[in-house]
């Protein structure tokens, strides 16, 4: 079975309420969603593209306090940290499988893949939710020199 994907850009307007300050606006947030290629009515992209928008929402920060919705952050991580177990954790069940023990540099090779695909994913979360997500009334795009430093 084939199985065919696309990955389309949308961009959807969503209400933000900022879930630290209270500050309500609208985000206009602009994403990458992957469908699969028999399903591209523009209804299901919408729906498809939603969920996914509305979470690089929760993981902009606020245009007001700055800070990122709780709980937006760990949920990155978390995710990002069960898509790097399984690039790591993967091949290390496949060397053991064959040798009943995993020498010292291929468990090095499986947990620098476990380490590296984690913080890509987590970044690249980050990133789309940086230059993917704007606020209507944000004058200015990116951080300020006044700007507290990111946490
Ligand atoms: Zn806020």
């Known amino acids: 079975m084939r199985v065919r994907y696309t990955d389309v850009t949308t961009t959807q307007k969503l209400p933000y309420r900022c879930k630290r300050c209270g500050h309500t606006t609208t985000a206009i947030a602009t994403g990458q969603t992957r469908m699969h290629g028999h399903d591209l009515s523009s209804d299901a992209v919408e729906q498809g593209a939603r969920s996914h928008l509305r979470r690089l929402t929760n ?3 606020c245009p007001k306090c ?3 919705a709780p709980g937006a952050l760990l949920e990155a991580i978390v995710k990002s940290a069960l898509v790097g177990a399984l ?3 993967a091949p290390y069940f496949v060397f053991w499988l064959r040798d009943n023990h995993v020498r010292g540099f291929l468990r090095t090779l499986c947990v620098g893949a476990a380490i590296g695909v984690f913080v890509a994913i987590l970044f690249s979360q980050l990133m789309a939710a940086k230059n ?5 009334g944000a004058s200015v795009r ?3 020199a006044g700007d507290p430093p990111p946490r």
Request: glycine content about 24%; hydrophobic content about 30%.
């Open 66 to 68: 700055h800070r990122r």
């Open 132 to 136: 993917g997500v704007e606020f209507e």
């Open 142 to 144: 990116g951080p300020r």
């Open 59 to 61: 993981l902009a920060r």
């Open 87 to 89: 690039a790591g954790g």
